[in-house]
């Protein structure tokens, strides 16, 4: 069986409300999702959710890099050769990470479809049927994120986490009202990269007088020192790597340096399962869990992070938030319910993919 087709789909997907970060608005996430057809008629569906600030990439760059360097490169070639695909990517084109995610994702669904079982079985297999996850509240008024909280503590969840960074005085009113209304829940933050130095040290410990136990990539994602000083100064709050944790190189860095706890491993940064695998096994020999991370993308990707959380021991958190955040997906099946993520169960991904409306937004 060989790769004989692959189909880029341009997918702008609608959000059910408005999401504020320290960087970024979203009301739509920009993606794509891809079709991989072999010789055999045997079809894998994956998906990408490229953001900028995350990658550097964008919809229109993974869709060249696709067209002009990945898809020519990866034709002809079985789709059980992941190592091998893997290195003719990383061969066609440095980075790009949400691009080849996109692939490495499909090939999962393809081999899956193909031998009839789920993702998961091919990850190692099945840990963890369900987890918990987190509920994500942005950069609202205190009013809001504790209204927010308390509708979403009344739906099951049991995980929370704040973003914050750009107005620390209202960013600690907001974490004190979500405080307030969880008591006693875990909490953590998310400052995508806002603080500097000092600063950084300084907030840790004022969120950690309110509950936070976690801190996510407080400073610049190049800023190791930064990063170590946060941990060293607050040591009953964990520091978590999102943005300066996209691949292997980057997790040896970090262990080395001994400067975070966790690692944030997002498919679109690791450019994949396959590559996230072996990222959570450097860390778990290093001793440090990890969350199975996402960004607002859509559900064909939330999807394949569930097989990732369910088949990995180390992965200890979990944000998938699509079903709760995706208006009018073209994958559907991927389920919250009362705040746990349940993994699909079905062959390959699981999902069901509505390939008649996705045609139309055919490149």
Known sequence: MIIKQIEVYKTDIELNGELHSAHTRYQVTEDIYIKIITDEDVTGYGATAPKYYITGETQETVIAVLKKRIIPAILGEDPFSLEKIHDKMDHAIKGNTAAKAAIDIALYDLMGKYLRVPVY?????LYRKEMPAFDLIGLVTPEEAA???AQQLKGGYREFKVKVGPNSDLDLKRVKAVSEVIKGIPLKVDANQAWKGKQAVYL????????VNVVEQPVHMD???????????????????DESIK???????????QAVDL????LVKTGGLYPAKKIA?????ANMDCMAGCTIQNT????????FLASTRNVVYNEIKSPQWIKNDFATGLKIIEGMVIVPVGIGIGLEIDEERLTSYKV
């Open 147 to 149: 209204q927010k909280a």
């Open 281 to 285: 096994v450097l860390a778990e020999a």
């Open 121 to 125: 079985q091919l990850l190692g297999g």
């Open 263 to 266: 690692f944030n491993l997002k």
């Open 223 to 241: 800023d190791l020192e930064g990063l170590l000083a946060v941990k060293n100064g607050c040591p009953q709050v964990e520091v978590m790597a």
């Open 300 to 307: 064909l990707i939330d999807a394949a992070t569930a097989h």
């Open 204 to 211: 840790t410990q004022r969120f950690a007088e309110l509950g």
């Open 247 to 257: 691949s292997l190189t980057d997790a040896l860095r970090l262990i080395k340096y």
